[in-house]
């Protein structure tokens, strides 16, 4: 099961991540839906360019800007986080969307959990795979802890000061 | 002062939620400690060594009367009765129970504060000139500024898990009193040629194991263009700060890897693309933040110091604390007064909940409601009438908070040390003591004049001790003994420059006998009122360490009530610090 547009829903998709013995050139691709790690994706372009069910992970230390040709070939593209506290994922979400254009679905992975989603979500991420030990019902929840934000990300073109009247009154305790 | 309104109002309170869950889990252990931490530090919550501290953000230093008030009603009823001023303008307490943290914060959110990132790898509580607004050298008040980079700052997204802490800092004077030198961004609001504001942009200076004064990277940004700008940098340093070495991390390292030059090129290219888009900040907004920044009602006051003048004639130490801790104000009558926290036999910082109260109290009746936070552990009340210089004078002194030594010998700068802190290497606030024990003579500190003792319990200088005038860093321990390290010539201000190591280092107890070879070398050298810093600065290093390494050096007799021993308190703590 995944989050996916704040509902969990089954997950159709396997992410491929190499053994170390593994090559990206020479390893297998399964049928069906396989998401399989940038390296790869480079290194068997040829024969994989045609097929529909691929999706495309990049590892926290890649650029994303290295799609800029292919961001049009995938509708689903993974984001992995090794560790949660790792936050080059969110500029890679971010360069995605803002930079890239890419309207697909962008899913975080790895060391994903509840109390990173809401920023998660505000850099351009719409799927998260939970660490697998953990609750997804509970995950969840992490999508609505703000209901306000100040500043502009991928998810809000506006910030704060230019969507809402922010008067000179006190606030009312 | 800013005042919330009902969305910042409703982002502190939804925090308060968010980590009250948080608090839950972690008790409930579905969260492991590894996933609490960052989440308890972007909460203000570090484990030290006897017990949780917490550190309250206190935005560019600035706090009401009802603010100070709740901070002393936490000092009771959470913690043990006093709080500890900071370098970075903030308020922390130190004897705090996980358990009660979600409370504390919701207190706080009744009073409109937080502690929003004042820890963890995120983008840290902004500082500023503790005299903004008043200050007589002043250019551009730089508080609403400081006030809209912290909207934009808090909970941003995608700059929440950084490489590592990064701070601003920002000044609108023409003195610095802000260290923008030694900040990872420092910002200098300014004026050009054709009377535009805007900003002198500084990246990458900073303090720790590798202490570096921050280069400008842009002469003149105009204001709009802050928030993108600044977005621009964080999103240059999300991407490529080291991740590998934690002491590699901060941006400063990156600077210097790239050199400032791509550097800079990086951050210009990552602009363009944000540059004049909807982030850029509005006249409107600015309006908005800066009615919250406008004068008190000043009186119109006619100076006369006659009054003063006499009663400095027959009082000696309110005319010491005259000559100290009160510094000019640009509205005539008025006076800028600092009230010291650095008492012989108090820890620098520390402020009784009882003092608290009668600061609230003094602000409300001598200062419009208002008190800042220097980043010298200090307290300053900064719209007095001189014609309420005695009384105030009195009351602060009856309440041990008048010490003439500001900018003294005395006026040390000291990190906690480590009595609480679970990084130092040795003690920081008891040294602090035997200093402000041995120099205790009023005259002698006059004598010397400005000077600035900074004390470190380790390398990374949370007590500012590579720009320190005498710097003094714990190093680490020998079979347990502390071993102390001392520099010469470092300074923060316009002209930051980061102190000399004069050679090996000293016990604990030799420490102040050093100190006061180094005051020898200086009272032999200097010329007419020439301060300590200059004098370093035109003799050199070579004659104070020649002088201290001359003949062995006396040390302090031992006692043994420097040993402060501490009560455990929270044996019952289920999360407790690995190092107790």
């Known amino acids: ?22 090559q990206p050139e020479a390893v297998a691709i399964a049928a069906g839906k396989v998401i399989v790690p940038l390296k790869v994706w480079f290194a068997q372009r040829d024969e994989l360019q045609d097929r529909a069910d691929l999706g495309v992970w990049i590892a926290s230390d890649e650029r994303p800007e290295v799609l800029k040709d292919d961001i049009d070939k995938f509708n689903i593209i993974a984001v992995d986080f090794p560790k949660f506290s790792d936050g080059r994922g969110y500029s890679i979400a971010y360069n995605l969307r803002a930079r890239l254009g890419y309207t697909g679905e962008l899913r975080a992975i790895g060391d994903v959990l509840r109390d990173q989603l809401f920023y998660m979500q505000r850099v351009g991420f719409d799927a998260f795979a939970p660490r697998a030990d953990r609750s997804i019902q509970d995950a969840l929840k992490g999508l609505f802890d703000f209901s306000e934000v100040y500043q502009i990300s991928v998810d809000q073109k506006l910030p704060l000061f230019r969507r809402v009247k922010r008067t000179e009154n006190v606030a009312t305790k | ?244 070495n934690k002491f590699k991390a901060r941006i400063k390292i990156l600077v210097k890897a790239l050199g400032v030059e791509e550097f800079t090129r990086q951050v210009e290219a990552e602009w363009q693309d944000i540059k004049d888009g909807s982030g850029t900040l509005t006249t409107e907004e600015f309006d908005r933040v800066s009615t919250y920044f406008t004068e008190p009602d000043y009186e119109k006051l006619t100076p006369n110091s006659a009054d003063l003048d006499s009663f400095k004639a027959e009082n000696l130490a309110f005319a010491n604390w005259m000559r100290r801790n009160v510094k000019p104000h640009r509205v005539p009558g008025y006076a800028i007064v600092v009230l010291s926290l650095k008492k012989t036999e108090i820890a620098p910082g520390d402020v009784s909940a009882e003092q608290m109260d009668v600061v609230a109290d003094l602000a409300d009746r001598f200062s419009f409601g208002e008190l800042r936070i220097t980043h010298k552990q200090n307290l300053v009340l900064a719209d007095v009438k001189q014609s309420d210089l005695i009384t105030l004078w009195k009351i602060a002194a009856a309440n041990g908070m008048a010490s003439p030594n500001i900018g003294l010998l005395t006026d040390v700068i000291t990190c906690p040390g480590a009595e609480f802190c679970t990084l130092a290497n040795v003690r920081s606030i008891p040294l602090a003591q035997k200093i402000a024990e041995r120099f205790d003579n009023l005259d002698f500190q006059h004598d010397i004049g400005e000077i600035e003792i900074n004390i470190s319990g380790c390398m990374n200088a ?17 079979n347990h003994d502390e071993w102390y390290q001392v520099a010469v010539g470092g300074s923060k201000g316009n002209h930051s420059s980061i102190g000399k190591i004069i050679g090996p280092s000293f016990t604990f107890n030799q420490v102040p006998g050093v100190i006061d070879r180094l005051l020898q070398v200086y009272l032999r050298e200097r010329i007419e009122a020439e301060r300590f810093i200059d004098t370093v600065r035109r003799i050199g290093v070579q004659p104070f360490k020649e002088h201290v390494y001359a003949s062995e050096i006396e040390a302090e007799p031992e006692e043994v009530n420097n040993k402060i021993e501490f009560k455990p308190a929270q044996y019952s703590v289920p999360f407790y610090s690995p190092r107790f």
């Open chain 1, 1 to 22: 099961m995944i989050i996916k547009n704040k509902a969990i829903v089954e997950d159709e998709w396997v992410v491929l991540r190499l053994a170390e013995d593994e």
């Open chain 2, 1 to 244: 002062m800013y005042r919330y309104d009902q969305y910042d109002q409703q982002i502190v309170k939804e925090r308060v939620a968010q980590y009250r869950d948080q608090v839950r889990r972690r008790l409930s252990n579905e969260l492991t400690e590894e996933e609490f931490l960052p989440l308890r530090l972007q909460n203000g919550l570090y484990m030290q060594v006897h017990a949780y501290m917490l550190r309250i953000a206190v935005p560019y230093g600035l706090l009401s009367s009802e603010q100070i008030r709740m901070l002393s009603h936490i000092a009771r009823k959470y913690d043990r009765g006093y709080g500890h001023f900071t370098t970075r303008q903030n308020i922390q307490f130190n004897w705090i129970k996980l358990e009660d943290t979600p409370d504390i914060l919701a207190d706080l959110a009744s009073v409109e504060m937080h502690a929003n990132q004042t820890s963890g790898n995120c983008i840290r509580n902004i500082t500023s000139d503790e005299y903004a607004g008043v200050a007589a050298d002043e250019e551009i008040d730089p508080r609403p500024y400081a006030e809209i980079l912290r909207h934009w700052t808090t909970f941003h997204p995608e700059f929440g898990y950084l490489p590592r802490k990064f701070k601003i800092a920002i000044t609108g004077a023409k003195e610095d009193r802000a260290a923008i030198q030694i900040h990872d961004v420092g910002l200098a609001v300014i004026k050009n040629d054709q009377g535009e504001i805007g900003f002198r942009v500084l990246v990458g200076g900073g303090l720790g194991r590798t202490p570096i004064i921050g280069p400008v990277i842009c002469e003149f940004l105009p204001w709009q263009h802050m928030m993108t700008y600044i977005e621009a940098i964080m999103r240059v340093y999300n991407q490529y700060g080291r991740r590998d």
């Open chain 2, 462 to 478: 949370c007590g500012h001790n590579p720009v320190g005038n005498i710097g003094i860093t714990g190093v680490e321990k020998k």
